[in-house]
């Protein structure tokens, strides 16, 4: 941790990602002092008041001179791969990003600044390692499973303090590629009549159940945990409460200006997998004093707000 009157240094990994936005500019709001870590340094408007720092993370030695560089008290990663899809595509790749990346970011935290705290974003889509092999449903899966098991691995050999935060379906403004900013750039895109004669947004299934968090949530959540999560510790980040998509859309597509075409799935189309069984473990983030704050409605607010303001801008 940062000493008495010196603003804590934190590196954000994934900066340039959704996530990673928020996250840089929560902490600098804060008044830490913010290194983003990307892999070409963007204008700097894109990240204003934050320091940025190319480097790719799966190549060790970079990832050492970073973190010899900074010397953070803190590491929020939020890199990585995020598409299933892609994981089939190029399983290695997923391996690298989210197994290698978080290694050599502990190797490094361990050499230079072994008090430092680390958090490692895994996912919600990771699967017991109990239930073997055979239960893992996708490269992805595998990789951010794999990526945790490690980090807890590196908890209790060489007692790093690193946590992992399994984050829900995250939403809310800025650039993503979930299902919330993809239907409002669409209810967007017809509002300002550009869709006419397209096919309409896919939805793949009504019923199909999902948690959903604002990431302005989430990243509230990864402070809590950065300054008093129990390391070794994994600590599900999700909504309160259930949504089917159907619900969702029907919440978007009443604030749409005007007529919106959207094609419904079957419902057993793209069925969710099984949800991941939960096991107590102490302290929650409860108990940590962090719960959500911000509503569906607000968080639908925003996203709608961005995708108009972001079409508008790109005519």
Not at 241 to 265: I, N
Request: net charge neutral; charged share 20%; aromatic share 6%.
């Amino acid at each position: 941790m940062a000493a008495k009157g010196l603003k804590p240094a934190l590196l954000v990994t994934g900066a340039s990602g959704f996530t990673g936005r928020h996250a840089c500019q929560h902490f600098h709001d804060l008044g830490w002092a913010v290194t983003a870590a990307v892999r070409k340094t963007p204008p700097a408007s894109l990240l204003p008041g934050v320091k940025a720092a190319e480097c790719e993370l799966t190549d060790r030695e970079q990832v050492r001179q970073l973190i010899d560089r900074i010397r953070p008290h803190y590491v929020l990663h939020v890199a990585g791969r995020n598409a299933v899809p892609d994981s089939w595509r190029d399983p290695a790749a997923h391996m690298e990003a989210n197994v290698m990346a978080p290694v050599y970011l502990m190797e490094a935290m361990r050499e230079f600044r072994p008090d430092g705290r680390l958090l490692l974003a895994g996912s919600r889509l990771g699967v017991d390692p109990a239930q073997g092999a055979r239960s893992v449903p996708h490269p992805y899966s595998l990789s951010k499973s794999v990526g945790s098991w490690v980090a807890e691995a590196w908890s209790a050999l060489y007692h790093l303090p690193v946590m992992i935060a399994e984050p829900s379906n995250l939403i809310g403004p800025g650039e993503s590629t979930g299902f919330c900013m993809l239907l409002a750039k669409h209810i967007a895109r017809c509002e300002l009549g550009t869709m006419e004669g397209k096919a309409p947004f896919t939805i793949s299934s009504r019923g199909a159940v999902r948690r959903f968090l604002d990431v302005r949530d989430a990243v509230s959540a990864y402070e809590k945990l950065l300054l008093s999560g129990a390391p070794g510790e994994v600590y599900p980040v999700t909504g309160e409460q259930e949504w089917t998509l159907g619900e969702v859309a029907e919440r978007l597509l009443c604030k749409a200006r005007g007529s919106v075409p959207v094609q419904w799935g079957s419902e057993t189309d793209n069925a969710p997998a099984p949800p991941k069984s939960e096991t107590v473990r102490s302290p929650s983030l409860s108990e940590l004093g962090w719960r959500p704050g911000i509503e569906m409605e607000k968080s639908l607010d925003d996203i709608l707000a961005y995708a108009r303001a972001v079409t508008e801008s790109s005519r």
